[in-house]
């Protein structure tokens, strides 16, 4: 199966600024998503990247503040602006593997500290 | 309610016992099953899609009743390495393609 990295792997931040984080996949993929894990908590999808046109964003995250990038079908990035410590959590990418069950494979994720 | 529901846990068992997780989803128009395994700081990886038929992959057996809305995971002869969150995910296709993830079950396997 493909190939999928992030960076930067982790990373702290002061609040008020901005991270953007990459994901790369070693072949085209037509889905890639963007979630938001949380201490202890299950993932949330952020927004699903549509490459050539505007990210579909889920209830509750809108793009000033998630601004995503899907130039073309291998790559995508993330954007976390204007952070706060409750952006702080675990950012991970993921494609669908366009088989019959649409099984998704993720990123080893990127790990933010807002100070 | 939550869409897709888990046994919380944790599930704290022996190596070498059996040990069953159960998953509910509530949307019927769900599609495609899996259970996910993830280690403690690591992301999720796909363990094993989950069907009608059910289906064995070495120790884990995966089963799915579309009549109940229920889905399993059994672990037989639990090793240490068998520790981490099981999470149940359903993707459904309506109103657009989704991915619904559980909450996750934690599984310590100790000696």
Do not use: H
């Not at chain 2, 019927?28 to 363990?47: G, H, I, N, T, V």
């Amino acid at each position: 199966s493909a190939v999928i990295s992030q960076k930067p792997s982790r990373d702290i931040c002061q609040r008020g600024t901005s991270l953007t984080i990459q994901c790369q996949v070693d072949s085209q993929v037509t889905m890639m998503f963007w979630y938001r894990q949380q201490p202890g908590q299950s993932l949330t999808l952020i927004a699903t990247a549509n490459q050539g046109s505007e990210a579909t964003y889920e209830s509750g995250f809108v793009i000033d503040k998630f601004p995503i990038s899907r130039p073309n079908l291998t790559f995508s990035t993330l954007t976390v602006s204007n952070m706060s410590p409750e952006d702080s959590s675990i950012y991970l990418c993921s494609f669908e593997a366009g088989g019959l069950d649409n099984e998704q494979f993720f990123g080893p994720g990127t790990r933010l500290t807002v100070l | 309610r939550k869409e897709v529901e888990q046994d919380p846990g944790p599930f704290n068992v022996p190596e070498g016992a059996t040990v069953a997780f159960n998953c509910t989803y509530s949307n019927s128009a769900s599609q495609s099953f899996f259970w996910y395994r993830q280690d403690c700081r690591k992301e999720p990886k796909l363990l094993m899609s989950v069907y009608s038929s059910g289906n064995e992959d070495g120790r884990f057996t995966a089963q799915l009743n579309r009549a109940s809305q229920y889905i399993s995971l059994l672990i037989r002869d639990s090793k240490l390495s068998d520790s981490a969150t099981y999470l149940c995910v359903v993707n459904r296709n309506t109103g657009g393609f989704k991915t619904i993830f559980g909450a996750g079950t934690r599984l310590f396997v100790k000696a």
